[in-house]
């Protein structure tokens, strides 16, 4: 358990075989005798039990809330054992949970790319039980649903300290960034990955337009300190933030660009951005293409006729 600010702890959710650099992030808040997890990580026992004998090493604490940013696999899968283990309940935004219940049995995009089996193809090592493990916790999650359902500037008390909850859509449309006001600690989800930068899928999923306004909204509170959805914590948080508007608008600028001068398919536009894409992440990079056109044109300053790679686009 790390102190990232008095009140506020990073739990440790390591599990060998996740295929990203950095998992995600679980923090706990406590003041006063209560508190507060935001996100609850994954469920297998090896985490699991980490992450309860730390919270048993902190006397006489309880545990009241788990609070969800978003409904990925990745931060929620662990809540409903958390809750049975603690009897805290499980909040999320009321426009997540239906994303929850959903992702159980529909293809939803997630951060983490979970591989398809092909008929007659051998799996590598390991991901066999990945895709079975992924799968059940989807199941999992979706089963055990919300207690309490929260709405943007809903706030939660953790013993002396307030939580308020920021909805922050883009990434998903009930995402939701904490904002502990004592100290201002931005808990931002996966609006903000220590480094790199998110997903942002294009509509219905996510919405490039929602995101940039929720960037701002977040910029609005000043936060001392940002912990994010994965990766190391923020001290600059307005400064990170800051660069994160830079970097889309910079690649809206690029797109407008690229189709003035004739690449006018996301095929051709997605070859012009990303010269040495690697064939895996494909699917990735052609999303956040269309992600950024939707914007453009919902503001009037791109027009896009078809779907997918092959939809044509002018300005
Ligand atoms: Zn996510």
Same mark, same amino acid.
């Given at each position: ?69 978003h409904h990925h696999f990745?931060?929620s ?19 997540e949970e239906p994303l929850l219940k959903r992702s159980a049995t529909e293809e939803i995009p997630s951060d983490v790319d979970v ?19 992924t799968a059940?916790?989807r199941?999992?999650a979706a ?7 929260? /709405? ?15 909805? /922050?859509?883009?990434h998903t449309a009930g ?24 997903v942002?899928p294009p509509p219905p999923h996510g ?6 306004? /929720? ?25 990170? #933030? ?13 797109? #407008? ?30 999303s956040?293409?269309? /992600? ?24």
């Amino acid at each position: 358990m790390e102190e990232v600010t008095p009140h506020v702890y990073s739990l440790d959710v390591k599990i060998d075989w996740f295929p990203q650099p950095f998992p995600p992030n679980v923090h706990l808040i406590m003041d006063g005798g209560e508190g507060a997890l935001i996100d609850a990580g994954f469920p297998d026992d090896e985490s699991f039990n980490t992450r309860m004998e730390w919270l048993r090493s902190v006397p006489d604490l309880k545990l009241k809330y788990i609070v969800i940013t978003h409904h990925h696999f990745d931060h929620s899968s662990g809540a409903a054992k958390l809750r049975d283990a603690t009897g805290a309940k499980i909040v999320m935004h009321k426009d997540e949970e239906p994303l929850l219940k959903r992702s159980a049995t529909e293809e939803i995009p997630s951060d983490v790319d979970v591989p398809k089996q092909d008929a007659g193809k051998e799996l590598p090592e390991g991901v066999k039980e990945w895709i079975e493990r992924t799968a059940q916790w989807r199941k999992e999650a979706a089963e055990a649903g919300a207690d309490e359902l929260v /709405s943007d500037n809903d706030t939660l008390s953790i013993g002396g300290l307030t939580l308020r909850m920021v909805h /922050s859509p883009g990434h998903t449309a009930g995402h939701i960034s904490p904002f502990l006001e004592q100290g201002g600690v931005l808990f931002a989800g996966d609006n903000v990955l220590g480094m790199g930068t998110t997903v942002v899928p294009p509509p219905p999923h996510g919405d490039m337009f929602d995101y940039i306004a /929720s960037l701002k909204k977040m910029q609005a509170l000043n936060a001392d300190v940002m912990c994010c959805g994965h990766g190391p914590v923020v001290r600059e948080p307005n400064r990170k #933030l800051q660069e994160l508007i830079d970097h889309r608008h910079e690649r809206e600028e690029q797109i #407008l660009a690229l189709v003035g001068e004739g690449r006018d398919t996301v095929k051709s536009l997605v070859k012009a951005i990303y010269p040495e894409l690697d064939k895996r992440i494909l699917g990735m990079a052609t999303s956040q293409v269309l /992600s950024h056109l939707s914007k453009l044109e919902r503001e009037g300053r791109a027009k896009t006729d078809g779907e997918g790679a092959e939809m044509r686009v002018s300005v």
